[in-house]
């Protein structure tokens, strides 16, 4: 589709590094549809194309990228459908350049760190996933583990409400002698459950059974410290 390898090249030729390099980029050379003639006057309408949580980039992308589409779509290829499609195309194509606002969560390995985090269904725009999170910059951009594969993967937490297994004393013992913070019982923190770079999937499940196995075929959990 025009649409995807249009916004591809964006990336690759570096146009999302700033706002400016992109509205420069999408000034000079906009998004076109060969041999398509314009059906559509105006702008897309509101309800379809509002601001997200996601930063100017992917908003001013999808702007344009929904402006041009909307201009040659005649109503028999459904419009009101197309829209969301090309926002979530965006969502997979853009996701390095998003500034998310970032909450501060605990991790039970080490609850005396407080990790920047964004829960996955903001990311991905899928509400069935908020109970993953990914972990951020302080200004909200993807961290991405450095040098590791491609660079393109991330660790996937999720979260939990602890429930010692054991005597609160001993659990303190060990968190004073690992120089850690005990946990509290009730409260909620972030737990690793695999490192990937999926992030789109319909269920929690199915993307915790698409991350990294070791070589005995399990999930690889690696340490977020």
Known sequence: MASREFATDLVNEGHTASEEKLHAELAANPLTFEGAEKTQAGDV?????????LGAIYDDAGKHVCGQAWAVIDSVHQPDKVIPQLLEMLREVLMASFRSKPEKRRHQDNARIALSVVSLDKVVGNANLK???????????MHYVEDYEDGTFVDLFALREYKPARLASAARKEAEENETEALQTGRKYLYTVGRTNRLFGDSPSELINGCVKGDDGTTKVFTAF
């Open 131 to 141: 109970e993953l999170y990914v972990r951020v910059s302080e200004d909200g951009q």
């Open 45 to 53: 309408p509101v309800e379809l194309l509002q601001p997200s949580d």
